[in-house]
């Protein structure tokens, strides 16, 4: 039995079938899912359908595009111009296939395997136990009869940095743009909305989440999608996923007992020492 985490889908369902095909995936294997399940790419439905099928065979974490399409679905978002969303919003098992991805954590924490698991991170700012925390409370709402409400209130920039006091909708709100949407933040994890290319966008005054020193270590291997600009972070104890299959790059796969990387018909491991 093997434990495959796999970048963001975002509808790339050929490329996400190929990928599994080149990992050899069996009935025994387990994949975990960074996020971005859906959107942009042409066969959100597909994938959407294919993961549920495997029920508990698969894990995954919602990304910021879930979020986006349960917002739509609930009528608490319109569509954008780039979104490829309608498929799964006339499909006729969409009130199965929204129910079932609202009752997705936001962070997937594994201690025996060594590994968790958020979209885009979790900020430095947060020793793993308060990150659990806040995950949880976003994740009552969102698989609770708050769930609309909470959409209503999902989208926003404020507030950008992270206080014990802050409550209500800011504070759920906060909480999903750490794990779902954070790049750059500040030493004292202010958070950056502003750039989302490669690290040459770095603003003055910010740093990739995964560089700003702790105050309690996290002791898991983080892994996280959401930065396709990104590339790899050159670090062990943080791992990107997102290699942007969507934007013509590729679906990659980690194997989580060894760290061998799978993507694009290529395999080999990381190189942690660049």
């Keep these: 039995m093997a434990t495959y985490a796999i970048g963001d889908i975002q509808g790339c369902y050929d490329e996400l079938m190929g990928l599994l095909d080149r990992v050899g995936f069996s009935d025994q294997d387990q994949l975990w899912f960074a996020g971005d399940l859906v959107n942009r790419g042409p066969k959100s439905l597909e994938v959407l359908r294919f993961v549920k099928s495997l029920g508990a065979r698969a894990r995954t974490v919602l990304g910021n595009h879930d979020l986006h399409l349960l917002a739509v679905h609930y009528g608490m978002a319109s569509g954008k111009r780039k979104d490829t969303l309608v498929p799964v919003l006339e499909a006729p098992d969409r009130e199965e296939l929204m129910h079932w991805l609202r009752h997705q954590p936001l962070l997937i924490d594994d201690k025996a395997l060594g590994y968790v698991m958020t979209h885009a991170g979790i900020p430095p700012i947060w020793t793993l136990k308060q990150a659990r925390g806040f995950a949880g409370e976003v994740e009552q709402v969102l698989q609770g009869t708050l769930a609309e409400e909470y959409f209503r209130h999902m989208y926003g920039n404020q507030p950008d940095h992270w206080r014990d006091s802050v409550k209500g909708w800011d504070r759920l709100r906060l909480i999903t743009n750490y794990l779902t949407r954070m790049r750059f933040v500040s030493p004292k ?10 690290l040459e966008t770095q603003p003055d005054g910010y740093h990739p989440w995964y560089e700003v020193e702790r105050s309690k270590p996290i002791k898991r291997t983080q892994l ?13 104890d943080t791992i990107a996923l997102d290699t942007g299959c969507v934007w013509g790059g590729a679906l990659t796969a980690l194997r989580l007992e060894d760290c061998e990387l799978f993507s694009c018909g290529c395999a080999g491991h990381l190189d942690f020492a660049s």
């Design 189 to 198: 994890g202010k958070l950056d909305f502003s750039a989302n290319g490669g």
């Design 224 to 236: 996280f999608g959401h930065w396709a600009a990104l590339g790899e972070t050159g670090r062990r």
